[in-house]
Each structure stands twice: as C-alpha cells, then as structure tokens.
C-alpha cells in the first residue's frame, strides 16, 4: 500500500514538473510566438485568395454555359428556319432530345438510345392513328347521301308514290297527249274515211230534244266575241217548208231531222217536217264557208277527238252528250271557251277550219 501511494505522490510530481518546464520555455520564446501569428496571417491572407479565385472562375465558366447554350439556341433556330443550312428540320411530332436542346433552348443530356427509339414508335403510332382518322372523316364526308339514304329507310318508303290504278294513268295519258296538236294527216285520213258519212237517228242510245221557243243555250251570254254572236243571239224558231224554202237555199235530211245552212252555220228546220224532226242537239253547228253536211263534220271531231283519247264513245256524226262532254274536255286543255258544241275557235284547233 505504500508502495502505491510512493508510486502516485512520484507521477504527480513528474507531472507537474513538466508543466513548469513548458511555462517558461513559452515565456522566453516570444520570437517563436510572433512567427506562429504571422503563419496564421498569411495563411487567412492566401484563403481569400483562394475564394477570390473561385469566384472568378465561376462567372467564367456561366459565361462559357451562356455562350453554348446561345450557339445551340441559334443553330436550333437556323435548323427550324432552313433544314438545308443547319440539319433536319424538326417538327412538330419529334422529341425535342433529337436536337439536343429541351424546349428553352437549353442544353440537355442525350437520351439513351433505347429510349430515343421507344419514343419514335410512340410517335410513329401517333402519326398512324392521324392518318386513319382523317382517312376516315373524308370517307364520311364523301358520301353525304349514302349516309341520308341509309338513315333514313323509313322516310324514303313513306314518300314513295302510291300505285296508279289503270283508269286513271290512262286519263293522264290521254290529257298529256291532248295537250298537243292534232296530227293533220290523221285529220286527212279522218276526213278522207268519212267523205261519204251519213247519219243515222238513234233515239234509244242518242235521247231526241224537244222544241222549246224560250230555250236559250246555257253559259251563252258569257261567251265574249264575234265567233260566239251567233250562240247569243240563239233563239228556236218553227216553221213549214214553204217559210224555209223561201228563205235558205239549202235545206236538207240530215240524221232523222232537217237543217238549213245560213253564213257557215247549220240550225235545225223546226216545223219543216213534222214526221222528221230527230235532233240530238238544238243550236247552231259551224262548219265553215264549205257548206259540208254537219253529220259528217260531226264524224270528223268525233273520230280526232277518239285519236286523242278524249271521245270514248262510237262516230255516229250526233251531236249527243258524250260528244259534247269530249269537245268541253278538249276546249279547257287548249284554253279555249268551254261551250260543248263546234264553234269556229275550236274547229281551227282541230286543224278542220
């Protein structure tokens, strides 16, 4: 125990021995001291130096970065202005890594190739989908009424027209040729068929009219013009044969009934025979300056008037209501006065004038 408590009293003493050794080594050196204050001052004069330059370096070196990315800015431009001069033009579609510049102009790292061709199929498949969109938009706007007509069945079927019963496309038939001329050589042919034509009283299918003094033809008194005075002026008259005789050269049997011939007219001879007096129609019948029998002029416009399907009934040269209601037909489709009988207006249209 002693020897350990020698042992810690002598290291204390050691101890403190060299701290006074050192005390007085660092008092009696004051030129070492000052040395030690003047490293330490040049060593904080050479660090600002030191950052000084850095600094400098850094703005030179940004400046380099600017200088670049303006050349590379500029050659971009160039390249897009003309592709013959800088390279080839860059579109629209193409990533901005195939110039090496982002969108800013700026300078970036190239994309690995791999990843440069996954980006050029996405952009070729993108140019595919273009094209078959607008293949298709033109497809569609080519064929506007293909597309209607499809779209619409329904309508088109509801406008269809009807089916036409027989009777009346033959009615529309006869009207559409009606609206013409006559032929005049079927007029020739007609007149030439019933150059010898004489009628014939049919009572049973041709009813007799009466004698009637206060008779007037109906609808007369509105026919304007000299080539209806004659209707107007219509009045029946009886009388014998010798009254007839003495007044009209021509007098004739014409039909079952006797007719006197006055200025291109035939009128019915009432009272000249009582035991023939057949009349199918009491009033005047134009012939013209020719004198023919009216009986065969009848026949005429009967039989062009059956030519072109307005007269359905048979050419007996009466003047009888089918008649009649074929020469109304045929006047109202040439715009001519509807009166029922022959008058001079309609018997130039018929080309028999």
């Given at each position: 125990?002693?020897?350990?408590?020698?042992?810690?009293?002598?290291c204390?003493?050691a101890?403190?021995?060299?701290?006074?050794a050192?005390?007085?080594?660092?008092?009696?050196?004051?030129?070492?001291k000052?040395?030690?204050n003047?490293?330490?001052?040049?060593?904080?004069?050479?660090?600002?130096?030191?950052?000084?330059?850095?600094?400098?370096?850094?703005?030179?070196?940004?400046?380099?970065?600017?200088?670049e990315r303006?050349e590379a800015?500029?050659?971009?431009?160039?390249?897009?202005?003309?592709p013959?001069?800088?390279?080839?033009?860059?579109t629209?579609?193409?990533?901005?890594s195939?110039?090496?510049t982002d969108?800013?102009?700026?300078a970036?790292?190239?994309?690995?190739?791999?990843?440069?061709?996954?980006q050029q199929?996405?952009t070729?498949?993108?140019?595919?989908?273009?094209?078959?969109?607008?293949?298709?938009?033109?497809?569609?706007s080519?064929t506007?009424?293909?597309?209607?007509?499809?779209?619409?069945?329904?309508?088109?079927?509801?406008?269809a027209a009807p089916?036409v019963?027989?009777?009346?496309?033959?009615?529309a038939?006869?009207?559409?040729?009606?609206?013409k001329?006559p032929?005049p050589?079927?007029?020739?042919?007609?007149k030439?068929q019933?150059?010898n034509?004489?009628?014939q009283?049919?009572?049973?299918?041709?009813?007799?009219?009466?004698?009637?003094?206060?008779?007037?033809?109906?609808?007369?008194?509105?026919?304007?013009?000299?080539?209806?005075e004659?209707?107007?002026?219509?009045?029946?008259?009886?009388?014998d044969?010798g009254?007839?005789?003495s007044?009209?050269?021509?007098?004739?049997?014409?039909?079952?009934?006797?007719?006197?011939?006055?200025?291109?007219?035939?009128?019915p001879a009432?009272?000249?025979n009582?035991?023939?007096?057949?009349?199918?129609?009491?009033?005047?019948?134009?012939v013209?300056?020719?004198?023919?029998?009216?009986?065969?002029?009848?026949a005429?416009?009967?039989?062009?008037l059956?030519q072109?399907?307005?007269?359905?009934?048979e050419?007996?040269?009466?003047?009888?209501?089918?008649?009649r209601e074929?020469?109304?037909a045929?006047?109202?489709?040439?715009?001519?006065?509807?009166?029922a009988?022959i008058?001079?207006?309609?018997?130039?249209?018929?080309?028999?004038?």
């Amino acid at each position: 125990m002693k020897k350990f408590i020698s042992l810690l009293i002598g290291c204390s003493l050691a101890l403190a021995g060299a701290a006074m050794a050192q005390q007085p080594d660092e008092k009696s050196s004051p030129a070492k001291k000052k040395r030690q204050n003047a490293e330490q001052t040049k060593g904080a004069e050479a660090k600002p130096d030191a950052k000084a330059s850095k600094s400098q370096e850094r703005p030179a070196r940004q400046n380099a970065e600017a200088k670049e990315r303006g050349e590379a800015t500029e050659r971009g431009a160039t390249n897009e202005r003309d592709p013959g001069k800088g390279g080839k033009a860059r579109t629209n579609e193409e990533p901005s890594s195939a110039t090496g510049t982002d969108a800013s102009g700026q300078a970036i790292a190239s994309e690995t190739p791999g990843a440069a061709k996954q980006q050029q199929q996405q952009t070729e498949q993108r140019k595919k989908g273009m094209k078959e969109r607008d293949a298709a938009n033109a497809k569609a706007s080519a064929t506007p009424a293909a597309a209607a007509a499809s779209a619409t069945p329904a309508a088109a079927s509801a406008s269809a027209a009807p089916p036409v019963k027989a009777a009346d496309q033959q009615n529309a038939q006869a009207k559409a040729g009606a609206k013409k001329k006559p032929d005049p050589q079927q007029v020739q042919q007609i007149k030439a068929q019933n150059a010898n034509f004489r009628a014939q009283a049919r009572p049973q299918q041709v009813p007799t009219v009466t004698f009637n003094e206060n008779y007037r033809i109906q609808g007369a008194e509105r026919w304007q013009g000299p080539q209806y005075e004659v209707f107007r002026a219509y009045r029946p008259e009886r009388h014998d044969e010798g009254w007839y005789r003495s007044r009209y050269s021509r007098v004739e049997l014409i039909g079952g009934g006797y007719y006197y011939w006055n200025n291109n007219y035939w009128y019915p001879a009432w009272g000249y025979n009582p035991s023939a007096q057949y009349y199918a129609y009491d009033g005047p019948i134009y012939v013209g300056q020719r004198a023919e029998p009216p009986d065969r002029v009848i026949a005429d416009v009967q039989g062009v008037l059956q030519q072109m399907g307005y007269y359905r009934g048979e050419v007996d040269g009466l003047l009888g209501p089918l008649t009649r209601e074929a020469l109304t037909a045929y006047q109202s489709e040439q715009g001519l006065m509807a009166t029922a009988v022959i008058d001079q207006p309609t018997l130039d249209s018929l080309g028999m004038g």
